[in-house]
Every structure is written in C-alpha cells, then in structure tokens.
C-alpha cells in the first residue's frame, strides 16, 4: 500500500499545480519548490521536502499516478485536513485511462485464438471523440461497446491475438487518444 493512499495528502496543491499540468510542469514546479525549500538552506522544512518527494514520485511513474488520479477524483472535492469544500477548474483536456494497462497472451498455439478485454475511460476534461489504433497483426480489434448509453465512454474493447508459430514472442500495441 502506498503512503498516500494511508494518509490522504494532495499532491496537486503540494506542487502548486493544476490537475491537468503537463508531466514537465510537474517536473519543473518539483525542481523549483525543491530548490527553493532544500533542506541545505534550511533545516526547518524537512516535512516540506518530505511531503515535495513524495508528490513527485508518485506523480512521475505512470501507473502510480494513474491510481492516485483516480483516489484524487473521489477526494478533490473536500480539504483533506479541514473537511472544507473547495472547488478545481475541471481539467482542460481529456485524459484517457485505459484498463488493465498490459495484456499478455501466453502460450498461444499456432492458429489458436486467445481472446481479452480493456475498458477505457475518461478521467478528464471534455473530448469529442476517443481514437485507438487497430494494428491487425497477430493481435486485433474484434468489436467494442460503450458500457453506458449516455456517452461513448467507459468503452469495452474485445481483442484477439493468434499465433502463426510456435516459441515465437510477439508484442503490440494499441494506442488511445
């Protein structure tokens, strides 16, 4: 279990950032405040720094801040220590989560067909149409769903892969925009 997800901390408002700041602002906002609060300069703002790394590791691997963007969507609304509401800007651009992440196919018998699923979904800002690419190779798109009928998303995308020979490892991928 991750630190954050013990004791809730924002790490947005840690960094002095907006939830849909690009991965360089974030990067450039750690940096800064970093320099700016190292505790070389000055020993009192050891739990600052702490709390600096914190957010920037967590917000710097993709799949930690997948997970941790999904706890700050059911959290953002209230402060963390004082219960007060507070309100965000809504994020300016779409943000797709795609689930699971990774699929393996293993031990696929040549002309054999293995079949999965992902769902996609937006945890972000207004889009007007979501895009993934088919690549129609050993592993293609079979058909897909939207899992409401309000929207297009949450999106079910089946797939299937087939192997042509055996002891061969194959690796695609399908990318979502």
């Known amino acids: 279990m991750e630190q954050w997800e013990q004791y809730w901390k924002d790490y947005y408002k840690i960094l002095q950032v907006d939830f849909s700041a690009e991965p360089e602002?974030?990067?450039?906002?750690?940096?800064?405040?970093?320099?700016?609060?190292?505790?070389?300069?000055?020993?009192?703002?050891?739990?600052?720094?702490?709390?600096?790394?914190?957010?920037?590791?967590?917000?710097?691997d993709l799949e930690k801040k997948r997970r941790y963007d999904q706890e700050w969507h059911r959290k953002s609304g209230k402060h963390?220590?004082?219960?007060?509401?507070?309100?965000?800007?809504?994020?300016?651009k779409p943000i797709p989560l795609v689930e699971p992440t990774d699929i393996s196919f293993r031990d696929v018998s040549p002309g054999k067909i293995q079949k999965a699923s992902f769902v996609i979904r937006n945890i972000g800002g207004p889009y007007k149409k979501i895009w993934f690419s088919d690549p129609k190779s050993w592993v293609r798109i079979t058909s897909y769903t939207s899992l409401t009928t309000d929207d297009e998303l949450p999106l079910k995308v089946e797939i299937e892969a087939t192997s042509k020979d055996w002891g061969r490892s194959y690796s695609e991928s399908i990318r979502v925009s």
């Not at 405040?33 to 050891?46: C, F, G, S």
Request: no cysteine.
């Open 25 to 60: 602002v974030i990067e450039a906002a750690y940096k800064k405040l970093a320099k700016k609060y190292h505790t070389d300069h000055n020993p009192e703002t050891e739990d600052l720094m702490k709390n600096l790394n914190e957010a920037s590791e967590v917000l710097r």
């Open 80 to 92: 963390a220590d004082s219960g007060r509401t507070y309100t965000r800007s809504p994020p300016k």
